[in-house]
């Protein structure tokens, strides 16, 4: 029974999305749906590094890096794929799908695999050290995917086809994903192993003593987070006419690190929040051209001086909506 | 074998001034365990100034004529720079860190990171993103060494580079402020209880590490030609990677650190290719984190539960 | 108490920043306003352009040639009985900005045509965006030969890197006579790649060598290691088909390191900024352009002294190309007989024997035109006209 509302739940969700694409693609124009598309894409980015920066505490600010191996690793294979599925598919939207969905979870998995690789020396380190680890490991994967001659280097990676890598990224896949990771990462927060990973937060030295095996939920938790930042990369390339390292800076990272913070470190709701923010945000700066990027970083330091734990906190969106006794506030920040 | 001595000189050189930078790293995390982002804006800042400063006392007539600048002036240039890097340093800490001293680590962290794309950016609004040519404050004069050719602006940033840290280092061992700097990098709070002025100290620290990344900026100016708002943002990365390499909180290893990933990046330039120049300084900042956390001349500290 | 002061400054803050967004109908640097007119009364035309960043030499030049054909047009009554406006967007150098303000001008502005880019990387991606939306583009001056392959909506007015790499290549080999060249190029760039790949297909087909190959990424302002390896080559001269700025500090490098070998490159080196970073070091080296302004054609003679007149400085190959790439987008409008992107692209794809500043001009069928190349050298401070090599 309960299974069977639960396909019943995923499909009805599935379908919503699809209808609202109708309206969204047609009401809209390119430029705005553009933006609704990378906020979607923010989203993930968010949620996901929240997974580790928030709900673990440990903080990694390269995870530009882990977007790139998505972004190159499912364009790639997209490309690769193309052809045998078409040919057993024939040229149809449903080939495409396939193809795309494919090409996205190969990219998930080398971004979760380099996750695993970066993160087992990395988590051995804390706080500053951790970061600036982190930090050096997105750089150089940018610059090894810079020296990569099979992927086009710095110019970057466009596929077979002269005008680009095939546009499969729509409304529909963006937000179906959205759904599917917001849904993984808030089971995986609110079960006993999130639970545990709260706990290293806190204080990782109690939870070691409570015989919590910290280092393995460290890394499995920097694996997924990697993983979903993977799974952005591969929607945004698909979104762009190719994939190049300059897309993936240390900006960008920055930018994944503001969603976190402006929605608040450790909530789910806020990171969803602060994913959308800064799409949103950065368009309507684009105005001020030269100005922009000088008000964001304004913006980033007012915040951690005059209000660090961002929107929401640690709490939830739910949460502010209990009646019974409020949840005792947990400890702010990491 | 003189295109090997050609790299040696050419890394130490450009170490010599990652290791000014280095020492603004050091210096700061020793005493509040912040590492401060903003000081490879410091430095960039303190190069335009220098640029600026120069132009304002007619250098371009000196160039024109094909006088050389008078070495008074270029030490004005210098003082000029390295007094306003020094004010911004402060600036910086007085505005943006002192509201956050007494949080958990992680707002400082991303509050410098604010602080250095806000400067990267106000400098590419206020000094025009295209690259610049930066004055011949001093001329540049070559001579031959065994096929080696040296500049004197490359014996000059040794010589500078040399005096600042030796003075630095007097400063350190020998003052009351030193004392007190040093002081505060055991524990900041015993320091304050016996009696000093930590803001002052800290103020000063800023103002000192700021004053030797100003420096670096005009030498760095006089040796690669071109400046731009962003020069700040990999060059101060290297030298805080220096700063970790010779053991963060110590200041003769920032100088060993600067040196060494100096002559890393200008060998791997040289004989592995130019694209992995910046490479190698992360790899190396990964390997020593994973091998010696506490650097080569730093001290291992134990965290107690 | 701290509590109301906190939300007291993030009030102000968010106060401020809604301001700022507010006030964002000022335009700034030269803009259109985002309040587009409808097209009845006139064309609206899109330029997206490098104004800011380390080629913004490039990209304002471009406008202003771009600027200056447009009002000659507006002035002689506009055509199809409009006026035509046009909307620059700048792209700051960055190829991801190329893709968005394309975006930007075909979706906001509403533009029926497009000029742009200068830089071969943001003409790929901008064109790409342009391709998918089938609203044709005219690059003035990129020379990559893949810009014009990404569709048949893009096309270009100056020639294109297999060329350019010949023509330089032929120059070291006959006027230089010069064997063996090292060459030193711009990884990040794929107008330096390109033009690399060509000059060393040109140059080993001549009978010459390439001793060595060293390589940079934009951006850089170390080249001792690069120039030190080629110092210890057997290479007469070095070909560095990069921009500008880096090619300024490369001479003075090799200046600095005794290197006292000529140096050829090609148009990525016109602006006012090379002699100024490049000094005396520059002196003695050779590039190939599009234009010369001390060319004796009367034409081009008319452009330069109108263009003199208009904006107080002489106009770089870029200027020329800017102006005669609107040039032909105007008459291909003026053809087309009416203010549509398909119709106008028909009509520029037909453009023959069309007299341009720097040249004639034929659409050929890969929407390339064939034109013949300068060599300039630099002397003084200055660029001349060495030399001229046709297709």
Redesign the interface.
């Known amino acids: 029974m309960h299974r069977a509302l639960r396909v019943a739940g995923v499909a009805g969700v599935l379908l919503a999305i699809y209808a609202l694409q109708f309206g969204i693609e047609n009401g809209l ?4 749906q ?1 933006i609704v598309l990378l906020a979607g894409i923010n989203i993930i980015l968010a949620v996901g590094l929240n997974l580790i920066n928030g709900t673990t505490g440990q903080f990694s600010i390269g995870h530009a890096g882990f977007m790139a191996v998505g972004a190159y690793g499912a364009a790639y294979v997209g490309v690769k794929l193309a052809g045998p599925v078409h040919a057993s598919l024939g040229p149809g939207a449903l080939a495409n799908a396939v193809i795309f969905n494919l090409a996205l979870l190969a990219g998930a998995l080398f971004a979760g695999i380099s996750g695993l690789i970066v993160g087992m020396p990395s988590l051995r380190l804390r706080g500053d050290y951790l970061a600036v680890v982190t930090l050096g490991f997105g750089e150089i994967i940018r610059i090894l995917f ?1 020296n990569a001659t099979f992927l086009g ?4 990676y466009f596929g077979d086809d ?3 890598l095939p ?1 499969y990224t729509n409304f529909f896949w963006v937000y179906a994903w959205v759904c599917a990771i917001v849904v993984l990462i808030h089971n995986l927060t609110f079960s006993q192993t999130g639970r545990s990973l709260i706990a290293i937060r806190e204080d990782e030295i109690a939870a070691e003593a409570m015989a919590t095996p910290t280092t393995r939920l460290k890394v499995t938790a920097f694996a997924i987070s990697a993983a979903t930042a993977g799974i952005a990369g591969g929607l945004f390339a698909h979104m ?2 190719g994939v ?1 390292p ?2 993936f800076r240390f900006e960008k990272s920055i930018d994944m690190i503001v969603m976190i913070i402006v929605g608040g470190l450790g909530s789910i709701s806020g990171a969803i929040f602060g994913g959308i923010f800064l799409a949103v945000s950065l368009e ?8 922009r990027l000088v ?1 964001y970083a304004l ?1 980033l330091i ?1 915040i951690m001086i ?2 660090p734990q961002g929107l929401l906190g640690t709490r939830e969106l739910h949460h502010l909506f209990r009646r019974r006794a409020k949840p005792t506030p947990p400890a702010e920040g990491a | 074998m ?2 090997f001595l ?2 040696i000189i ?1 890394g130490l050189s ?1 170490g010599s001034i990652y290791a000014l930078i280095a020492l603004g790293y050091t210096m700061v995390y020793g005493i509040l365990k912040l590492i401060n982002f903003a000081h490879g804006e410091v430095f960039m800042v303190g190069a335009y100034t220098g640029l600026h400063a120069a132009s304002a006392l007619g250098i371009d007539a000196y160039e024109a004529s094909g006088r050389s600048f008078p070495l008074y002036l270029a030490l004005l240039v210098l003082v000029v720079a390295m007094a306003a890097a020094a004010t911004l340093g402060m600036l910086i800490e007085f505005l943006a860190y002192r509201p956050v001293r007494t949080a958990p680590r992680l707002t400082p962290l991303i509050t410098a990171i604010g602080v250095s794309l806000f400067l990267q950016n106000a400098g ?1 609004l206020v000094f025009s ?3 610049q ?1 930066y004055p011949a404050i001093l001329r ?1 004069v ?1 001579f ?1 060494l065994f096929g080696v ?1 040296v ?1 004197n602006i490359k014996l000059t940033i040794f010589g500078v580079a040399l005096a600042l840290m030796l003075s630095l280092h007097l400063l350190v061992q020998k003052t009351w402020t030193g004392r007190a700097m040093r002081a505060l990098s055991f524990n900041i709070d015993a320091a304050k209880l016996m009696g000093i002025d930590t803001n002052r100290v800290i103020r000063s620290t800023f103002a000192i590490g700021s004053a030797l990344a100003a420096a670096g900026g005009i030498l760095f100016g006089l040796d ?5 708002p ?2 700040g943002v990999l060059t101060g990365l290297k030298a805080f990677v220096a700063a970790v390499l010779g053991g963060i909180g110590s200041i003769p290893g920032a100088v060993v650190g600067g040196l060494l990933i100096g002559l890393a990046e ?1 060998l791997t ?2 004989y592995l ?3 992995y ?1 910046d490479a190698i300084t992360f790899v190396i900042l990964i390997g020593i984190l994973l091998l010696k956390p506490e650097g080569l001349l730093g001290v291992v500290r134990v965290e107690k539960v | 108490m701290r509590i109301p002061r ?1 939300t007291l ?2 009030g102000l ?1 968010s106060a401020a ?1 809604a301001l ?2 507010g006030c ?1 109908k000022k335009p ?2 030269g803009t259109s306003s ?1 309040d587009s007119s409808a097209t009845a009364t006139e064309i609206v035309i899109g330029h997206y352009a490098s104004m ?3 080629t ?2 490039f990209g304002q030049d471009t406008d202003r040639g771009v600027r200056l054909a447009m009002d000659e047009a507006n002035a002689k009554g506009g055509v199809l009985g409009k006026k035509l406006r046009v909307v620059t967007l ?1 792209t ?1 150098g ?3 900005e190329a ?2 303000a394309v ?2 001008l ?3 502005e509403k533009v029926t045509a497009l000029l742009g880019e200068v830089a071969s ?1 943001l003409s ?2 901008g064109g ?2 342009a ?3 089938k609203i044709p583009m005219i690059s003035p001056t990129s020379t990559n030969p ?1 810009v014009t ?3 048949d909506y893009i096309f270009r007015v100056c020639f294109i890197d297999p060329f350019q790499g010949k023509v330089m290549a032929t120059f070291a080999r006959q006027n230089l006579k010069l064997d063996q060249v090292a060459i030193l190029k711009d ?4 107008y330096s ?1 390109g033009l690399a790949d060509a000059f060393r297909k040109s140059f080993t087909a001549l009978g010459g060598t390439i001793v060595v190959e ?4 934009q ?4 080249f ?3 120039v ?2 080629i ?2 080559s057997a290479a007469k001269a070095i070909f560095v088909p990069g921009y500008y ?1 880096e090619v ?2 490369i001479a ?2 090799a200046a ?3 290197l006292k070998i000529p140096l050829l490159g090609g148009d990525g080196w016109d602006s006012p ?1 090379l002699f ?2 490049g ?1 005396d070091a520059i002196d003695g080296s050779y590039f190939s352009d599009h234009f010369a302004p001390d060319l004796a054609t009367e034409q081009a003679k008319q452009f330069v002294a109108k263009f003199t007149a208009k904006y107080g400085v002489p106009p770089s190959g870029l200027g020329a190309l800017g102006y005669e790439a609107a040039e032909v987008l105007v008459d291909a409008i003026r053809r087309a007989g009416k203010d549509e992107p398909t119709a106008i692209r028909d009509a520029i794809a037909q453009t023959k024997d069309f007299e341009g500043v720097t040249g004639k001009i034929t659409m050929d069928a890969q929407r390339n035109p064939q034109k013949s190349a300068v060599v300039l050298k630099v002397e003084g401070g200055k660029a001349k006209f060495e030399t001229s090599i046709a297709p």
Request: hydrophobic share 30%; glycine share 8%.
């Open positions: 124009n390119d430029y705005v553009r810079n280097s710095a110019t970057g002269p005008s680009g546009a762009q006419a190049r300059e897309d309507l700066m684009r105005d001020l051209q030269q100005y008000l913006l007012v005059v209000r | 003189t295109q050609q790299q050419n450009l590419m993103p295209n690259p040519r540049e070559r031959e050719i500049t690669q030609i071109t400046i731009t962003l020069m200008q330039a040289g290719s130019p694209a120049r | 906190r400054i993030s803050g920043m700022a967004v964002k700034a640097g985002s800011t960043g380390s913004a030499h700048d700051r960055d190829s991801a893709a968005s975006n930007r075909i979706d906001v990387s790929l991606a790409r965006v391709q998918r939306r893949k392959e990404v569709g990884v990040k760039n794929d790649i060293q390589s940079y990424s951006g850089d302002t170390d001792s290691a690069q030190t390896a110092r210890g700025s300024g500090s003075r490098t600095r390191l005794g900024d100024k970073i000094g």
